[in-house]
Nanobody, 116 residues
Framework: VQLVESGGGSVQPGGSLRLSCAAY????????MRWYRQAPGKERAMVAS????????IYADSVKGRFTISRDNAKNTVYLQMNSLKPEDTAVYYC??????????WGQGTQVTVSS
């Protein structure tokens, strides 16, 4: 399993970012995929989830209406479109499959900083 997150950066409040996660080493279309985030001093928490075929999504209450998860199974890639960003969205963002791999692999994540 390998997961490569990208697309993070620094934006002002109200701005947008689109995160990407390229997946390798497992049958991508078999798995639901999730985005998580971990802010300094806090535990990692799920942000959004999408089913294997992309037909159903779930969002944390804190991001509903602002974030959109999607996937392209032809490219083995999952995306997170983040709009109306707030300072409290600042965190390292990770993607992963559900369930996790047996060795509980996590990628390096991508840093998102929202600040004026």
């Amino acid at each position: 399993v390998q997961l490569v997150e990208s697309g993070g950066g620094s934006v002002q409040p109200g701005g947008s970012l689109r995160l990407s996660c390229a997946a390798y080493g497992f049958p991508f279309t078999w798995y639901d995929m999730r985005w998580y985030r971990q802010a300094p001093g806090k535990e990692r928490a799920m942000v959004a989830s999408i089913t294997s075929a992309g037909g159903s999504t779930i969002y944390a209450d804190s991001v509903k209406g602002r974030f959109t998860i999607s996937r392209d199974n032809a490219k083995n890639t999952v995306y997170l479109q983040m709009n109306s960003l707030k300072p409290e969205d600042t965190a390292v963002y990770y993607c992963n499959r559900q369930p996790l791999s047996p060795n509980k692999y996590w990628g390096q994540g991508t840093q998102v900083t929202v600040s004026s």
